[in-house]
């Protein structure tokens, strides 16, 4: 019989070769992370990871639940429970929770210090979680679902750029049905003139449009100011998203909408619980059925194209050019379908007091 072998410990596993790789390729690592969480946990590895976090680019913060300012956890809204049909009413008077639990966790570093890591982030917001990232260029953060109610069945998706005040917003919407339940309707031909059929006056179409127009608006000014600490504390930052779970709505600001930002100040409505929303100039084109890739197709198909009043957006080519970018790359798969057909059809020009 063979003797039993002897297990012990090797000498050459217990160097760590990962201490060879530069700073610069684990910071090229961390960034791929991107997720908050995974980067607080990475803190606890070691005195060098909790170091280098902090000089992160790109950072998501993902909230899963809100909860009331005094902190009463059984009023928790969650990515499991219904979707709350007032949370633009009250997303101001919430603290986003749960996304600085994997820092909060930390009681202590590595090293036994007995000190927490991050001992700022006793608020737990987005703003508070930020601060421990003095290099961030890029930052994601994403609500647990939409602002704007809808009935079932109804598809409402909402794109905006946001510098110091409203640059461009884009609406799609419509009911989404399947193919055979749209009796097979395809898409109009190019020289269809597109009118709109009276029936879209008198069975309150337009007063449904005019409705998802407002809710949107509201829903992306209300963002826009919850942005505004977190654009004043990151001089670095380049580019900033507030977006949703639900894919509903996305407010996006690049390097020269934070620029524009910090140079002139936002203004806040009378409510004082979002930014103020300029006069506006809305391109509306409707479509009674479009056909979708993938066996889909829109019901009351809708886009509303909408830009500040008096920066050229009023019918003229240039600010038709200048818009065209944006409104064709806002959305993704059919519905990026969806846009480039509803831009064939004809075009209603409305106008928009601010509020």
């Given at each position: 019989?063979?003797?039993?072998?002897?297990?012990?410990?090797?000498?050459?596993l217990?160097f760590d070769?990962?201490?060879?790789?530069?700073?610069?390729?684990?910071?090229?690592?961390l960034?791929?992370?991107?997720?908050?969480?995974?980067?607080g946990r990475?803190?606890a590895v070691?005195?060098?990871?909790?170091g280098?976090?902090?000089?992160?680019?790109?950072?998501c913060v993902?909230?899963?639940?809100?909860?009331?300012?005094?902190?009463?956890?059984?009023?928790?809204l969650?990515?499991?429970?219904?979707k709350?049909q007032n949370?633009l009413?009250?997303?101001?008077?919430?603290?986003?929770?749960?996304?600085?639990?994997?820092?909060?966790?930390?009681?202590?570093?590595?090293?036994?210090?007995?000190?927490?890591?991050?001992?700022?982030?006793?608020?737990?917001?987005?703003?508070?979680?930020?601060?421990s990232?003095?290099?961030?260029?890029?930052?994601?953060?994403?609500?647990?679902?939409?602002?704007v109610?809808?009935?079932?069945?109804?598809l409402?998706?909402?794109?905006?750029?946001?510098?110091?005040?409203?640059?461009?917003?884009?609406?799609l919407?419509?009911?989404?049905?399947?193919r055979k339940?749209a009796?097979g309707?395809h898409?109009?031909?190019?020289?269809?003139?597109g009118?709109?059929?009276?029936?879209?006056y008198?069975?309150?179409?337009?007063?449904?449009?005019?409705?998802?127009?407002?809710?949107?608006?509201?829903?992306a000014?209300?963002?826009?100011?919850l942005?505004?600490?977190?654009?004043?504390?990151h001089?670095?930052?380049?580019?900033?998203?507030?977006?949703?779970?639900?894919?509903?709505?996305?407010?996006?600001?690049?390097?020269?909408?934070?620029r524009?930002?910090?140079e002139?100040?936002?203004?806040a409505?009378?409510?004082?619980?979002?930014?103020?929303?300029?006069?506006?100039?809305?391109?509306?084109?409707?479509?009674?059925?479009?056909?979708?890739?993938?066996?889909?197709a829109l019901?009351?198909?809708?886009?509303?194209?909408i830009?500040?009043?008096?920066?050229?957006?009023?019918?003229g080519?240039?600010?038709?050019?200048?818009?065209?970018p944006?409104?064709?790359?806002?959305?993704?798969?059919?519905?990026?379908?969806?846009v480039?057909a509803?831009?064939k059809?004809?075009t209603?020009l409305?106008?928009?007091?601010?509020?």
């Open positions: 019989m063979h003797a039993k072998a002897r297990i012990h410990a090797d000498p050459v217990e070769r990962f201490d060879c790789l530069p700073d610069s390729l684990v910071l090229l690592i960034n791929k992370l991107e997720d908050v969480r995974s980067l990475c803190s070691s005195k060098r990871f909790s280098l976090v902090p000089l992160v680019h790109d950072v993902k909230i899963d639940r809100v909860v009331t300012v005094d902190g009463d956890s059984d009023a928790a969650n990515l499991s429970s219904p709350p949370i009413s009250h997303l101001l008077k919430l603290v986003l929770f749960a996304i600085t639990k994997p820092f909060h966790d930390m009681g202590g570093n590595p090293n036994g210090a007995g000190r927490p890591l991050f001992p700022q982030l006793s608020q737990h917001s987005p703003a508070q979680v930020l601060r990232f003095s290099h961030v260029r890029n930052i994601r953060v994403e609500l647990p679902s939409g602002d109610g809808v009935e079932e069945g109804v409402l998706k909402w794109r905006a750029e946001y510098g110091s005040t409203l640059q461009n917003c884009v609406i919407g419509g009911t989404l049905v399947s339940a009796g309707v898409e109009p031909p190019p020289d269809d003139s009118t709109m059929p009276e029936s879209f008198t069975n309150g179409g337009l007063k449904l449009r005019v409705v998802w127009t407002i809710s949107c608006l509201i829903a000014s209300t963002r826009h100011y942005l505004r600490s977190i654009v004043d504390e001089p670095t930052l380049r580019s900033l998203v507030l977006a949703d779970a639900d894919g509903q709505g996305a407010l996006r600001m690049g390097a020269e909408h934070l524009d930002f910090r002139h100040k936002p203004s409505s009378a409510c004082s619980n979002r930014t103020q929303v300029p006069a506006c100039n809305i391109k509306l084109r409707y479509a009674p059925c479009l056909e979708l890739p993938g066996g889909l019901q009351g198909a809708t886009l509303l194209v830009k500040p009043a008096g920066d050229g957006s009023g019918g080519h240039g600010g038709r050019k200048e818009a065209e944006f409104v064709s790359g806002a959305f993704d798969g059919p519905l990026r379908f969806a480039k509803l831009m059809r004809r209603y409305l106008e928009m007091n601010g509020f």
